[in-house]
């Protein structure tokens, strides 16, 4: 069959922090996307706001470099980065689509982590030829040999006996954030030999096939991924299997209900480095942006209008968590936010919904409130997290897992979590885990006075859990995890030994009161703040919950003191942010987000309504 040899399509897949987005930056500055002495963030691809302030990439984006051989001829490598963390799964399944090989970033330090044993596993289910390059072995703390092992280990873990050719994989040692690679391996905290990534180009070229097409067959491009410009609405970006693309032309559009619709293209845009740039015709293997269909969804396939042939809608894993969003129904509402209304909510809620194959929404018993589910209490917040920026104000619930029926037995999602910790804490976090139903299946010492542990756990165990891992390892554990699949349901367990302290009265706080206070628990206010009946205003240490007065004020009188007003001390409230809140929040308790606050409340504010609600359940 032919082939295109003057194209390659390659997604870089890692766990969180391995440096893909930076490796891209470096291809992209020796392929001479940037002219020199132009002025380039680090980390381009992560163009997001979010993105930069968390360090993460949360979107898949491509990126196309122009690679030179060395016998003159040109190659455009199409590069789709995708995210480290496994919540944002679904953009890695989506740029799986796109592409003809993987390149698999891993830390020469961390060695493989779940969220590389995730997208390693969906590469390996497509049959996609894999390029292993090592990142980071200059680090100082690098151990080349074992992780390369490590590795193997993996890979032996996920494939069949009849698969034994994928472990012919290729392996480039490199660093990214230097721009060096080498296909031979430097000592542990050693540079490549080599001054630039041309081992790395070398081994695309070598390893990862040219798209392949048939002389004849009739236009199928794929939509993997959609965007919006100001000029020319929505855009989708597709994969050309087979057939060409060209500006004008008439197709055939295949609907995901099964329906078929003949539209005109009125723009076709091809990547070229952080660009799109109009071209008037593109063929198979190529990833272009097509403009003129304002309703185009992900998974749906543009053909020959007298031929159309439909590609398989594009399938991603089921949501694991869900949250309720709807408006915010405190006493503080709207003194910030412009964006209100459940209606405005739910046509939000339905945009997202446009581009995001992993996240699903879906009707309450409240006409005004929605349940969103998605892969993890990351996605879910950082979906929250846009909506406030965009002048949303907004009652969030408790995270909770989602279950299914299987042979009529409850089955709930289950995490493979992977910890990193001192030796010293082995204890604390093994009877951690021994608490939320977690069973160990792997305990490695490194023998550096650090212990990686491995284990199964139920996605609701870790609601909730990192804030108590890092109080309990005094900030130094380190903790990842991915989707393992479901298990019959594990009984019932407690998250939280603490308890709340609820405001119970409007008002402004006061220092008086906090002085008063601040011995009973943490505070999470501060004086000058606006609370109401049924606000979080502090963490109790006790397991029950505890009604205050933190708008209480000094008596005054016309008895002079000797000694005037002593000085109160106080200590500094406890800053949240909104996936701490998040994991803060016990059963009866949400969220009330808003542009310039996030409140931890109770779902009924009423302190005689929560009584009698606490009554009743202890009669049931």
Partial sequence: MPTREDLRNVAIVAHVDHGKTTLVDAMLWQSGAFREGSDVNNRVMDSMDLEREKGITILAKNTGVRHIRPDGTGVTINIIDTPGHADFGGEVERGLEMVDGVVLLIDASEGPLPQTRFVLRKALAKNLPIIVVVNKVDRPDARISAVVEETYDLFMDLIDDDAAHVLDFPIVYASAKAGRASMTQPDDGGMPDSPNLEPLFDALMEHIPAPVYEEGEVLQAHVTNLDASPYLGRLALCRIVSGELRRGQQVAWCKGDGSIQNVKLTELLMTEALDRVPAEKAGPGDIVAIAGIPEIMIGETLSDPENPKPLPLIHVDEPSISMTIGINTSPLAGQSGKNLTARLVKARLDQELVGNVSIR????????????????????????????????????????????????????????????????????????????????????????????????????????????????????????????????????????????????????????????????????????????????????????????????????????????????????????????????????ECLEVTPSAVRIRKVTLNGNDRAKERNRAKRN
């Fill in 361 to 588: 929404v879906n009707p309450t018993e409240r006409p005004d409130t929605w349940e969103v589910q998605g892969r993890g209490e990351l996605q879910l917040a950082i979906l929250v997290e846009m909506m406030r920026r965009e002048s949303f104000e907004l009652t969030v619930g408790k995270p909770q897992v989602v279950t299914k029926l299987v042979d009529g037995k409850v089955h709930e999602p289950i995490e493979r979590l992977t910890i990193d910790i001192p030796e010293e804490f082995v204890g604390v976090v093994t009877q951690l885990m021994g608490l939320r139903r977690g069973r160990m299946e792997m305990m490695v010492n490194h023998g550096t006075g650090w212990v990686r542990m491995e284990f199964i756990i139920p996605a609701r165990g870790l609601i909730g859990f990192r804030t108590e891992f890092l109080t309990e390892t005094r900030g130094t554990g380190i903790m990842h995890h991915v989707g393992e699949g479901y298990e019959p349901w594990a009984g019932d367990f407690r998250t939280r030994p603490t308890g709340s302290l609820v405001a119970d009265r409007q008002g402004v706080v006061t220092a008086y009161a906090l002085f008063n206070l601040q011995e009973r628990g943490t505070m999470f206010v501060s004086p000058g703040m606006e609370v109401y009946e049924g606000m979080i205003v502090g963490e109790n240490p006790r397991a029950e919950d505890m009604d205050v007065n933190p708008a209480k004020e000094k008596k005054l009188t016309n008895v002079r003191s000797s000694t005037g007003d002593e000085l109160e001390r106080l200590i500094p409230a406890k800053q949240m942010s909104m996936e701490q809140a998040l994991e803060f929040c016990a059963g009866d």
